[in-house]
Each structure stands twice: as C-alpha cells, then as structure tokens.
C-alpha cells in the first residue's frame, strides 16, 4: 500500500510538473466554454467547460479516477492564451488535480495525512512513522516542518513542507520546490486539501505560497461552480 501510494504521489508530482510548463495546443476557443464535458469523480458529478480541461480524459464513461485542470490566475479564469507565453504565462497558470479517495480495506484514507508524513520523510522501509516534528510559523497560519533531513532525495525536489492542523490529521498540506535545489529552475508549490471525499491539489508558482487560502478558496469556488452546472443540466433533464 505504502509503495503504491508514494508511487502515486511521485507520478501525480511528475504529471503536473510537465503540464505547468506546457504550452496550450491550439484550438476554436470561441466555443470552449460553452461546450461542457460531464464527469464523475468518486460520487461528485461536474459539468466542465473544455477550456479548463488539461489533458485527455479515461476511457469508459463519466466516471474517473483522477483529473486535470487548468486555470489563470488571479479569477481561476479559463486559460485563454491571452496571458501571453513564457515565464509571464507560467506565473499565472495553475493546475487542479482531483483525485478519488484511497480506499484500503473498505475504509477510506487520511490522504492529507499520508501526504503529509510521505515529504516530511517519515515514510521508511519498515513502514510509516508518526513522529512529532519541529516547526516554525510561516504564512498565513501554515507553520513550516523546520527538521527535514536535507541528504534525503525527497528534499532535494520539495524541502519545504507546511501544514494547517495537526500532525495525525492535517487540513491542509503544502510542499514547495526552492530554486537551486536539486534540479529545480522554476519553484512551485504544491497546496493539498479536500473536497469532501475528493483529494484536491493545485500546482502553482512559489511566489504565489502566501496566497494560499485565496488559492484553496478559488479552486473549492470553481468546482462549486462545475457541481452546480451538473445539477443543472439533470434539472432540464427531468
């Protein structure tokens, strides 16, 4: 399980990592927005315009077990193009994964808290650990793990990580990236939080880490929005 879940989350990281930095393909944006796809993720139903769509959807249906969205700051408006290209249009993307609940034994899963011990480092070959960390204050009532062990792999790539709430049950988790670090050119932070049942996670610029109760808001705002569009269309179809 534990092998799987940090597989998961390092493919997670890696997928939005590329789709950041990747440009839009060309399309007829005249009609992406009122062109809507409906989707299934665990038992929440949204009706989404195309332009917020990131990637292609799975095969099968409406339901999926993940999936990828791509919003402008500051509104979480649709992604245009009209933000330009280069570094100027990566600073203002930001990318919205969803993901169903892990469910083991028929029992859901603190994902947060998984999240959490995983870039903490507590995640070990004889299982996971539930130490009590060192932290400091950091934004906007996140406090920052301040004891990471800086030799280890995971720290190279996000040796920052930050928590609302506490260790065993955390309400939100943030990992960011550091220039100079390892390989990394362009930070990003990763703000992780959920959505009833629904694991919800927004990629975006380091620089925007101080915002991150504006950025959790817009997003629980925007799928708000997409699960009222749903309700809507199964009301005209009555």
């Known amino acids: 399980m534990m092998k ?56 099968g249906g409406e339901q999926q077990h993940a999936l ?3 919003a402008m700051l500051p509104g979480f408006t649709p ?22 609940p892990a469910v083991k034994a028929g029992v859901a899963q603190d994902m947060l808290a998984t999240d959490y011990r995983l870039y903490a480092g507590d995640l070990t ?8 960390h060192r932290f400091e204050p950091a934004f906007d009532g996140l406090r920052r793990v301040a004891d990471l062990d800086e030799s280890s792999e995971r720290w190279k790539r996000y040796p920052d990580v930050y928590i609302e709430g506490d260790e ?14 390892g390989i990394v050119n362009f930070p990003q932070c990763v703000l992780a939080f ?18 991150w109760r504006a950025l959790r808001t817009g997003a629980l705002r925007l799928l708000d929005d997409f699960q009222a569009q749903a309700q809507a269309q199964t009301t005209r179809g009555k």
């Open 4 to 59: 799987s879940t940090m597989a998961a989350v390092l493919l997670g990281t890696a997928m939005i990592s590329t789709a950041m930095h990747a440009r839009a393909a060309p399309a007829a944006r005249e009609s992406g927005m009122t062109q809507k796809v409906t989707v299934r993720v665990d038992d929440v139903r949204y009706a989404i315009p195309r332009d917020y769509l990131d990637g292609p959807l799975e095969p």
């Open 68 to 70: 990828l969205l791509r």
């Open 79 to 100: 992604d245009l193009g009209d933000a330009g290209q280069g570094r100027a249009r990566d600073r203002m993307l930001v990318n919205i994964l969803l993901e169903e």
């Open 125 to 132: 070959a004889q299982g996971m650990t539930t130490r009590a």
């Open 168 to 181: 065993q049950h955390p309400t939100t988790v943030m990992t960011c990236s550091r220039a100079g670090v």
């Open 194 to 211: 959920m959505a009833g049942r629904i694991k919800v996670s927004v990629h975006a610029e380091r620089d925007q880490a101080p915002n």
